[in-house]
């Protein structure tokens, strides 16, 4: 990573902007298409201000998130549940979203090799599946969702899981910065490239219906998808972090009557 804080820049995954190309792919194929073009977006992208630290786990856990990809990304899936960005002892240690270590070990039976970023905080190294620490909103996710099913392929019969931006930001002190943190030019350019990257994801995976997991990122792919003129319902639900107070009161039964509402829950029953 340079001073200038560029994304980084390993061999080329795929051509800048190129559409998902189907040619008999399956849907596990096209999305990790459509993720390897979201890569070669964002990787042109640099940040300044606050920003010391960029880590990108869609290149260095690669191995471990191709893996749960082609595991559970199946064809005719119709629900795509859609976090903002990865937190760091989840999705940036797994690379998986949502990716609570003992979820993805114990209940996912995922395991591959994770790598590190050109530079990491000394505060926030990258350990893959080595992780000791859990990630409340990942335990929080995965959890209620292997009560509901009971086994993930009950899960992942109907719906599959995704983040809208894959990066994640940090300033000198190893401290998380959200997109909001970010200058305004250079959050503008990231959520472009992410908005297009959903957009060819959804076109993917053929979803129905995205759901938000949270009220920010419900907001933006709304727009998304209605700016590239995907005919798509968007809804949302709360977020399950420990920084947002009403989770902290009950976060399970409040989404389980959310998904009610929504006739999502009747799909995630053995």
């Not at 993805?104 to 080595?130: A, T």
């Not at 970010?182 to 979803?207: H, M, S, T, W």
């Amino acid at each position: 990573m340079s001073n200038r804080n560029e994304v980084a820049r390993p061999a080329a995954q795929g051509a800048v902007g190129d559409a998902v190309q189907r040619n008999g792919l399956g849907a596990a194929a096209q999305f990790l298409q459509a993720e390897q073009s979201l890569n070669a977006l964002l990787r042109q992208l640099s940040f300044e201000g606050q920003v010391r630290y960029i880590y990108n786990p869609l290149e260095y856990a690669w191995d471990l998130h191709s893996r749960f990809v082609n595991t559970y990304c199946r064809d005719g899936q119709s629900v795509l549940f859609l976090g903002m960005n990865p937190g760091p002892f989840g999705m940036a240690q797994t690379g998986i979203p949502f990716g609570e270590v003992n979820v993805v070990r114990d209940w996912l039976k995922i395991s591959g090799e994770v790598g590190h970023p050109p530079e990491e905080h000394p505060k926030r190294q990258i350990v893959g599946l080595k992780c000791t620490r859990s990630e409340v909103s990942g335990a929080r996710f995965w959890g209620f969702f292997r009560k509901q099913c009971g086994e993930p392929d009950v899960f992942f019969k109907h719906c599959f899981v995704h983040n809208l931006c894959p990066l994640i930001f940090m300033n000198d002190n190893g401290k998380n910065l959200t997109p909001a943190d970010i200058p305004a030019a250079e959050r503008n350019a990231l959520l472009a490239a992410c908005d297009q990257g959903l957009c060819q994801v959804v076109r993917a995976l053929g979803v129905s219906t995205v759901i938000g997991v949270g009220q920010l990122v419900e907001q933006r792919a709304r727009r998304a998808l209605a700016a590239a003129g995907l005919e798509v319902r968007v809804e949302g639900i709360l977020h399950p972090s420990p920084r947002n107070p009403q989770a902290n009161k009950g976060w399970e039964p409040i989404v389980q009557a959310k998904l009610v509402e929504l006739g999502v829950l009747e799909l995630l029953k053995p």
